[in-house]
Nanobody
């Protein structure tokens, strides 16, 4: 199983970024997927999730209305469109296989996530 995130970079507050996660080594279309982030000196935080078919999406309160998760099962790729970025969005972002139960996911639930990628760094700064 491999998950490779990309798209992270530095952005200004109010700006936008699009993260991608290329999946291989498993049947991507059979798995719910999600994004998790970890800011410096903080624990990991679930951000968003999408079901295997891509028709159900879920967001944490901190990103709802600003971020959009999508997937392309034909391309085995997961995306996170991040708009209206804030300083507090600065973190390393990881894509991961999500557990079967419905979000939201707490910090404790993250232990039940499946494969994780190596992450991509998003820095929001003036």
């Amino acid at each position: 199983v491999q998950l490779a995130e990309s798209g992270g970079e530095m952005a200004r507050p109010g700006g936008s970024l699009r993260l991608s996660c290329a999946a291989s080594g498993f049947s991507f279309s059979n798995y719910g997927m999600g994004w998790v982030r970890q800011a410096p000196r903080k624990g990991p935080e679930w951000v968003s999730a999408i079901n295997s078919g891509g028709d159900k999406t879920y967001y944490s309160d901190s990103v709802k209305g600003r971020f959009t998760i999508t997937r392309d099962n034909a391309k085995n790729t997961l995306y996170l469109q991040m708009n209206s970025l804030r300083l507090e969005d600065t973190a390393r972002y990881y894509c991961a296989q999500t557990p079967q139960r419905t979000p939201p996911y707490s910090g404790y639930d993250l232990a039940d996530f499946g494969a994780w990628g190596q992450g991509t760094q998003v820095t929001v700064s003036w």
